[in-house]
C-alpha cells in the first residue's frame, strides 16, 4: 500500500509541474518535433521537423527523413528524462507547445543546428540563426534537397 501512495504522490508532484509551466519525465517520441510525457503531448516550440513519412534527397537518393529526424530524437534522449518549459498551453491539435530539454540542452536548437528540422519562422524566430548554421555546413536536412515540412504537409 505504501508503493501505491508513493505512485500517487508522484504523479501529483508531477502533474502539478505540468499547471506549473513545465512538465517532466521519460518521453516517449511521436515524431521529430513531438513528445508525450505523462499523457500530455508536447509540441517543441519554434521548429518543424519533417513528418514521419516524407521523404527527401541525398546524394541522388531518396530518404526518408521525417522517420531519421524521429530516430535522431530517440537516440539523442534515449530513456532518460525531459523537462519541457510550456510556451502555449495547447495548439489546435491539443498540444502543449514548449522548449524542452534534456538536462541543460536544448532538444528544439539541437535538432535544428544537427539539421534534423528547420525553424518555424511562422511561429518564431528563435531557431533562425542555428539553422543558418547547419545550412552553411551542409548539415542534415541541408545536405540534400527537402521541402519545408509545412508546404509538404501542405501538398500531402
Not at 49 to 63: D, F, G, L, T, V
Not at 89 to 118: E, P, Q, S
Not at 140 to 149: C, K, Q, T
Amino acid at each position: 500500500m505504501k508503493t501505491f501512495n508513493a505512485a500517487i504522490i508522484v504523479l501529483f508532484v508531477l502533474s502539478l509541474k505540468a499547471i506549473a509551466g513545465e512538465i517532466s519525465g521519460v518521453p516517449s517520441i511521436t515524431d521529430g518535433d513531438t513528445i508525450k510525457i505523462l499523457n500530455k503531448r508536447i509540441r517543441f516550440h519554434g521548429i518543424d521537423a519533417p513528418e514521419k513519412n516524407q521523404i527527401c534527397i541525398k546524394n541522388s537518393k531518396k530518404y526518408r527523413c521525417g522517420q531519421e529526424a524521429t530516430n535522431a530524437l530517440k537516440k539523442k534522449i534515449g530513456r532518460k528524462p525531459v523537462t519541457c518549459k510550456v510556451q502555449d498551453k495547447l495548439d489546435r491539435y491539443k498540444r502543449y507547445i514548449g522548449v524542452c530539454f534534456l538536462g541543460d540542452v536544448d532538444l528544439n536548437k539541437w535538432m535544428v543546428i544537427n539539421g534534423y528540422a528547420v525553424a518555424y519562422r511562422k511561429y518564431s524566430k528563435d531557431y533562425i540563426e542555428d539553422e543558418n548554421y547547419a545550412k552553411q555546413n551542409k548539415i542534415g536536412l541541408w545536405s540534400g534537397n527537402f521541402i519545408h515540412p509545412e508546404k509538404w504537409r501542405k501538398l500531402n
